[in-house]
């Protein structure tokens, strides 16, 4: 029998219709940190994974945790760009 693949956590939101709110609500998370989640801005505390599979139904395995946000952004956004375009 084949396991279940893994998604992301915006695949989720997506497959579910589910919003940051909805999620936040049945998770007992804070909207922001919700949002920070789907974002990929911020990686879950295991609590925090356990809530919000729990949110959608599933189990925390079937959700791809990963930090998605690019760090290269951030410095540039930070710093700016050094060449002038």
Avoid: C
Avoid at 33 to 40: D, M, N, T
Wanted: glycine share 8%.
């Amino acid at each position: 029998m084949s396991q279940p693949s893994t998604r992301t956590i915006d695949l989720f939101f997506e497959e579910t219709g589910l919003g940051i709110e909805d999620v936040a609500a049945k998770s007992g998370l804070p909207p922001e940190r919700v949002e920070a989640i789907a974002l990929g801005r911020w990686t879950p505390s295991p609590a925090e994974r356990e809530k919000i599979a729990a949110a959608f139904g599933v189990d925390v395995a079937r959700i791809s945790w990963g930090h998605t946000m690019d760090p290269r952004n951030v410095r540039y956004r930070r710093y700016g760009l050094k060449e002038d375009f």
